[in-house]
């Protein structure tokens, strides 16, 4: 089930993320803050890369309700620079709810054009039992612009 979060946009554009609730491989490695690029990295950001430069109407709309761009092919990559996934740590920590906050939480990276980043973390890995993951849309400045949950 995936549902919108702190927003009142439909919860069925979320649907169309389908790709966030793909199985998380039991052992995702870690360089500091930045999960590795491995299986799950992967499969999601070649979904989302599908999104991101589809002309279809119903990625367009989702893009949009993300406030996400449409960049080219070359300009989505899962980032493994140490300072740039520390900053999406810290940011990504910021935008949970308390419960769910845990400091220097590793989190996938994926660099959408030159604005945008869209962070996540492996589901329970702050502990609890979540029954969702949080996603967050950032722009360049760390912001948050949407949150959802798979």
Not at 33 to 40: P, V
Not at 112 to 127: E, L, N, P
């Amino acid at each position: 089930m995936i549902q919108k979060m702190w927003s009142d946009r439909p919860v069925g554009a979320v649907l169309l993320f389908g790709f966030l609730v793909m199985a998380t491989p039991a052992h995702a490695g870690s360089q500091g803050l930045c999960r590795s690029a491995d299986d799950e990295a992967a499969m999601r950001t070649a979904a989302l890369r599908r999104m991101l430069t589809s002309s279809e109407s119903r990625w367009v709309a989702t893009r949009n309700a993300y406030q996400l761009p449409a960049p080219p092919d070359t300009a989505i990559s899962v980032v493994a620079d140490s300072a740039t996934c520390h900053a999406a740590s810290r940011a990504h920590n910021a935008a949970l709810p308390l419960e769910a906050r845990v400091s220097n939480r590793p989190v996938y990276v994926v660099k959408v054009g030159s604005s945008r980043y869209v962070v996540w973390d492996r589901r329970a890995s702050d502990g609890l039992a979540d029954e969702y993951e949080i996603v967050v849309v950032f722009d360049a400045a760390w912001s948050p612009l949407e949150k959802f949950a798979t």
